[in-house]
């Protein structure tokens, strides 16, 4: 079975400062993919960022970046220059081989506010 | 190019009666799952089809949720009868199963209030 978890119910931060989310996972699958999304008050649920099991390099997109430690199963977002629009609830997630690279599981949220 | 579209974006109705959620995945994904999101719960995935067809309904709490698929650009969750405890908002995704690496695409989910 796999499974996601997110420590920090709720983080702060202070607005242009860079903020790490956790996210830890576990799994018995060779292979795996890990997801962010991003979740504001208005409800929806937006990808921000992938990282494969086996991708050597970790991996970047804007502003966001994950930090990926195999060896410790963590798979850390990091959000340079944090933006007002930032507040939200994060979420990570993770698929595997066993089940077709399509079931998402998610972990329980990490709820962000950025403060000006 | 158009997102997952979702409807109703609100619906409120009593104890008992059907409700029918609705959902329009992006043109081209062969991949349809539909999410249950919860404060006590999280998110839960309910089911999911591939190629229109059901693959996995182990999530779907009982026999008063169905789920159809009857075509590519097209999905429904139906709950019938509903208890209030069905109240949550439920969410529909699709993905391409092209490569591995690619993302499940969300709708802005059904706020669903049962009474």
């Known amino acids: 079975a796999q499974k996601i978890t997110q420590t920090q119910p709720g983080m702060f931060v202070q607005e242009k400062e860079a903020v790490t989310l956790d996210c830890t996972y576990d799994?018995?699958?060779?292979?795996?993919?890990l997801f962010w999304y991003k979740q504001p008050s208005s409800g929806e649920m937006i990808f921000l960022i992938y990282?494969?099991?086996?991708?050597?390099q970790n991996a970047t997109e804007g502003r966001y970046s994950l930090n990926f430690q195999k060896a410790r199963k963590s798979a850390n977002l990091v959000i340079s220059a944090s933006q007002l629009g930032d507040s939200a609830m994060y979420f990570c997630?993770?698929?595997?081989?066993?089940?077709?690279?399509?079931?998402?599981?998610f972990g329980t949220g990490t709820r962000l506010l950025v403060s000006p | 190019d158009a997102g997952v579209i979702q409807s109703p974006r609100h619906e409120v109705t009593e104890m008992g009666q059907e409700v029918t959620l609705r959902c329009k995945p992006i043109?081209?994904?062969?991949?349809l799952f539909w999410y249950r999101q919860t404060m006590m719960r999280g998110l839960e995935l309910l089911i999911y089809?591939?190629?229109?067809?059901?693959?996995?309904d182990s999530g779907m709490p009982e026999d008063r949720f169905s789920a159809k698929m009857p075509n590519a650009s097209f999905s429904t969750l139906k709950i019938q009868p509903s208890e209030p405890r069905d109240s949550a908002v439920y969410f529909c995704?699709?993905?391409?199963?092209?490569?591995?690496?690619?993302?499940?695409?969300f709708g802005d989910g059904t706020r669903l209030s049962i009474l």
């Open positions: 089809f591939n190629n229109n067809v059901p693959i996995d």
């Open positions: 990282q494969g099991s086996y991708d050597q």
């Open positions: 995704a699709s993905s391409f199963s092209g490569t591995e690496n690619q993302p499940q695409h």
């Open positions: 799994t018995s699958d060779p292979s795996y993919g």
């Open positions: 043109s081209g994904h062969d991949y």
């Open positions: 997630a993770m698929r595997g081989l066993n089940t077709g690279f399509q079931k998402l599981v």
